[in-house]
């Protein structure tokens, strides 16, 4: 049965109280999907790294898709009710979760955030259904946490721009419909965005080609390819207006980066749900190891991190609803958040003795699944030096 997560101790100092009848009710139909859809399936998807596809009508019947996005067929979330969306998403499984990043926070916002109200009308309303799906092409090869420096080009040709380059890590750019790619622009070598569809029969135009990188150790349902862009040619009208240089990049990425707490935070509450529950069962030494006195510090230490995880995640809801979440915020928000839930699904793994390494317990795939979460993003070192150049005035990257 699908229970509500005070009951399952989560919420040890009230959150709940912060949120409406439809915030909870949104986070009961999401949990209801995690429990009944998403846990049967997800082990077998992550040991074969495919993605899964069945789970795609049921995402959409959600109604979730685009979230915090008004209008386009898009629900308008709150960003509180959209946190609690993410985080009950990855409470389940990261894999889907990152799916539900890329498409509603990377691809669709930074239509929403960047494009013209003609390309909002295009892409939002079928991306909202998952009738297409998107991509954000923004890493490369040689350019990762210095993204700012990226080399793919764009040379406008007529009614066209030609681009050239590569593109690393790519989340669902393998069966994407519409991605939007970072390139410097030729003429005065800043960073423009264009949107790639696919062609009418459902082929990649010519110049797009990929090649999933295989071997993940986390996040393995969902597949991220390199992108090679040979001659790609995009019409003119493709490029999204609104990005007239990495600035704009910023203020998707500022965005977007409040999800990734919230993601943190869900892997956090499911690896301390898995072991509090084990605790209280597994016996050892003719006792429930719960009993023994190290397993509670452990099981005190995860909770008062988790508490701390959700007191700054729906502090951040509240400023970036008011429009005052600023970037060294939502920095400090990544950071803090991806440290402590990496530990905690470290400790829960650990505290599953040999069971904590085997996929049918879910909490070694949250652990693997948060080493990708501290790396995307921004890693977490680069969050910190974003705060460092706050603190101090100073920037440690030039
Ligand atoms: C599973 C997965 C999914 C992804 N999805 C996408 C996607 O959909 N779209 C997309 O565009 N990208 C995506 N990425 C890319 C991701 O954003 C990058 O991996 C990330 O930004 C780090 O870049 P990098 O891997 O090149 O590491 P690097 O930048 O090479 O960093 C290597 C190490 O050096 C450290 N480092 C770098 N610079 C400094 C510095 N100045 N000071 C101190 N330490 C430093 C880093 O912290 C890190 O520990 C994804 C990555 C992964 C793993």
Not at 8 to 35: H, N, P
């Amino acid at each position: 049965m699908t229970t509500e997560p005070a009951e399952q101790g989560t919420d040890f100092y009230l959150m709940d109280d912060f949120l409406t009848a439809e915030d909870r009710a949104l986070r009961l139909k999401v949990r209801s999907f995690v429990d009944k859809d998403l846990l049967p399936v997800i082990n077998g998807y992550w040991e074969r790294a495919e993605f899964p596809f069945e789970l795609i009508p049921k995402l959409a019947a959600l109604g979730i898709v685009g979230t915090t996005i008004t209008g386009y067929g898009c629900p308008g979330l709150s960003r509180l009710a959209a946190g609690i969306v993410a985080a009950e998403v990855s409470r389940g499984d990261g894999s889907v979760n990152t799916f539900l990043g890329v498409q509603s926070g990377l691809a669709m916002g930074t239509i929403n955030m960047l494009g013209s109200e003609e390309q909002k009308e295009r892409w939002l309303p079928a991306m909202a259904t998952l009738d297409k799906i998107g991509a954000f092409a923004l890493t490369e090869p040689d350019h990762g946490s210095d993204s700012v420096a990226l080399e793919t080009s764009a040379r406008r040709d007529g009614d066209s721009y030609i681009i050239n380059g590569r593109k690393r890590w790519i989340g669902n750019a393998s069966m994407a419909d519409v991605v939007i790619i970072f390139a410097r622009d030729e003429e005065d070598a800043k960073v423009k965005a264009f949107v790639m569809e696919r062609n009418g029969d459902g082929s990649y135009p010519d110049g797009y080609s990929t090649d999933v990188i295989t071997g993940k150790i986390g996040k393995r349902a969902i597949l991220q390819p390199d992108i090679t862009l040979e001659n790609l040619r995009v019409p003119a009208d493709n490029r999204l207006p609104g990005c007239h240089s990495f600035k704009d990049v910023t203020r998707v990425l500022t965005s977007t980066r409040s999800g990734a707490s919230w993601e943190s935070l869900g892997h956090a509450m499911a690896a301390y749900e898995i072991a509090v529950n084990y605790a209280k069962t597994r016996q050892q030494f003719g006792k429930p190891i719960g009993s023994f006195q190290l397993v509670q510090n452990k099981l005190a230490n995860m909770l008062s991190e988790l508490t701390a995880m959700q007191l700054i995640c729906f502090r951040l809801a509240v400023l970036a609803e008011d429009g005052r979440m600023s970037g060294p915020m939502a920095s400090l928000a990544k950071m803090h958040t991806a440290q402590k839930a990496r530990w905690i699904c470290s400790e829960a793994r650990d505290m599953l003795g040999g069971n904590g390494v085997l996929l049918e317990n879910h909490v070694a795939r949250h652990m693997t699944d948060m080493e990708v979460v501290s790396t995307y993003e921004g890693t977490d070192s680069i969050q910190s030096l974003l705060v460092g150049r706050e603190i101090t005035g100073l920037s440690a990257f030039s």
